[in-house]
């Protein structure tokens, strides 16, 4: 049946029902019922594909999917598996692991992990080398606990123009959670790095098809040893007071706080102290942005090959509206909470402020628990649209270090570093 | 008719008062079908208690490319390292970046792609996924 033959139906029914029958109540209640219907439409869902233009949606537009210990999640890809978490799941400081996003490099990633065999090695340039099993880590070492969250150097990918090829991210290749576990010194101390040492690499269990030497075959990456970051990392064993979920990196990985994810090695196995540069892929080649302001270039300029790089490192100011989300209509004159988060990976967030008439006017949003510098921070802001019409909601955070929010896009060919002010229309309708 | 001032009268009186003139204000019962189950819930996981952790397979969601020439190499070649979901994840792309991507895993990635069938790959790419020619 068509809608208007359907709703000529509909008509009929209830006239019928009106004139003069004792169902009354059952009518009553369908008219109630018809009150929170609008346009009878099919389910309408997202393209299969969007561009060349960018996705303008705050997720990308993969399809719900389930895998092992996750609650439906956007699928990216399958194998190797990367998937997104949806915009709702950011309306807390932290992201329950079952919702946290995925992205792996190489396809033969553990599908199980015996712990009577698995062990942390902590080898190469070092007077004791370790060989550690999880009660090691866990009796060993002093736990700690930060809250951090880990974003993926390409997420928001999707919104870049003209775009560019990777994983095509919305805005939830990210995650915020309570990480508990040994401190990276204290291994490295207790391994007894030797002097002459430039660099620390770290390598989990996951494995690719591509030939050995090449960075399909296995993931690697490197920090440098003067880098103050490793001060603050932790070989994490506990995921928000729970194990790691295994495609987040059961058992172990490691939490470089403050930074981009591909350093947060994944099922963390081994720990090598290098006495050279790492010269693999992942760590020489990969990752990479442009040494220029913002990390930002051109087409053209990428092209030329002169612009000088350098290896992705710390997490750009950013801040997000999750509520409301723009997929409702709201009446003229009922007040609203606006929620959102943000964070930095350069320290804390300072200021979180929102404009409903682009950019003209901002009004300072009141932020949420203080859950630590490297953690997201909820913020929200009372706000009443008076007028019917669309809205342009936009928010801009600004880090203890003064960064704030650019509102010029950013590109660069690897699609990293997004980080413009983001805006959500709303639509208001009158309330009578 | 405005439908909304009545509203409140429907949900709390039409239960005795219903007449004509309500129903007319509201408009409901409109479904359209779908398939249900599309993301069937899995079982709690069966442990033992040793020191074994696993979660199963994880799961393959098949995609369709689209039929052409080529189809076959980018099935056996592209295939080894990751599923045509990388492809079909894309937007599309220009012919260019197409030929910069698929040479990309031949020289950094070391995937062995004999060379005619890499320019069959490149070619394919080209024919159904730039901005010009991509369909679905």
């Known amino acids: ?432 | 008719m405005s439908s909304s001032k009545r509203f409140a009268l429907s949900s709390v009186l039409c239960a005795f008062l219903a007449s004509t003139a309500l129903y007319a204000e509201f408009d409901a019962g409109f479904y359209a079908p779908e398939r249900a189950g599309s993301i069937r819930q899995t079982l709690p996981h069966a442990a033992g208690s040793a020191a074994s952790y696993e979660v199963g397979a994880y799961p393959l969601y098949p995609v369709n490319l689209s039929p052409g020439d080529g189809q076959s190499e980018v099935a056996s070649y592209c295939n080894t390292c990751h599923s045509p979901r990388y492809i079909t994840m894309q937007p599309p792309l220009p012919a260019d970046v197409w030929a910069a991507e698929v040479n990309k895993m031949v020289k950094s990635h070391g995937a062995s792609i004999p060379d005619d069938a890499t320019q069959k790959i490149i070619q394919y790419l080209q024919f159904h996924y730039t901005p010009e020619t991509r369909k679905k």
């Open chain 1, 1 to 432: 049946m068509t809608n208007p033959e359907r709703a000529l139906s509909r008509r009929r029914f209830l006239k019928t029902l009106g004139a003069g029958s004792s169902a009354l109540g059952l009518a009553g209640i369908l008219g109630g019922l018809d009150a929170m219907a609008q346009e009878p439409s099919a389910p309408r869902s997202f393209p299969d594909f969007i561009g060349p233009s960018a996705n303008p949606y705050w997720n990308s537009i993969g399809p719900f999917i389930t895998e092992p210990q996750k609650a439906p999640l956007i699928l990216m890809a399958d194998r190797p598996v990367q998937l997104e978490t949806p915009r709702h799941y950011f309306l807390s400081a932290f992201t329950p692991n079952e919702a946290f996003y995925v992205r792996w490099h190489l396809e033969t990633l553990p599908n199980s992990v015996d712990l009577k065999e698995w062990r942390l090695h902590v080898e190469g340039n070092v007077g004791s080398p370790l060989t550690l099993s999880l009660p090691d880590l866990l009796s060993r070492f002093k736990p700690v606990s930060i809250a951090a969250v880990n974003q993926c150097s390409g997420n928001s990918r999707s919104r870049l123009q003209p775009r560019v090829p990777g994983a095509q991210w919305g805005n939830g290749a990210m995650g915020n959670a309570l990480w508990t576990g040994a401190q990276l010194r204290e291994i490295l101390d207790a391994a007894k790095v030797k002097t002459g040492s430039v660099q620390v690499q770290f390598e989990g269990l996951d494995r690719g098809k591509g030939p050995e030497g090449y960075g399909s075959n296995r993931f690697m990456k490197s920090l440098d040893l003067n880098d103050p970051i490793l001060e603050e990392c932790i070989v994490a064993y506990s995921m928000n007071g729970e194990p790691l979920p295994m495609l987040n990196g059961f058992p172990v990985r490691l939490v470089v706080p403050g930074y981009f994810a591909t350093y947060w090695v994944k099922c963390l196995s081994w720990i090598r102290v290098l006495d050279k540069p790492d010269d693999n892929f992942w760590t020489k080649s990969a990752y990479r942005i442009p040494d220029t302001p913002g990390g930002t270039t051109t087409p053209e300029d990428a092209k030329t090959g002169k612009v000088k790089t350098i290896p992705i490192a710390k997490m750009p100011v950013r801040s997000f509206l999750i509520s409301p989300d723009g997929t409702g209509k709201i009446p003229a004159g009922l007040p609203l909470r606006l929620r959102g988060i943000a964070f930095s990976g350069y320290g804390g967030i300072k200021k979180v402020e929102v404009s409903a008439d682009r950019g003209a006017n901002w009004l300072d949003a009141h932020l949420g628990e203080d859950l630590g510098p490297y953690s997201f921070r909820t913020w929200e802001l009372a706000w009443t649209p008076k007028r019917p019409g669309k809205y342009e909601l936009q928010v801009r955070a600004t880090d203890e270090k003064g960064h704030t929010q650019p509102d010029e896009p950013v590109w660069n060919p690897g699609g990293y570093l997004w980080n413009r002010i983001e805006r959500q229309e709303i639509t208001v309708g009158s309330a009578a």
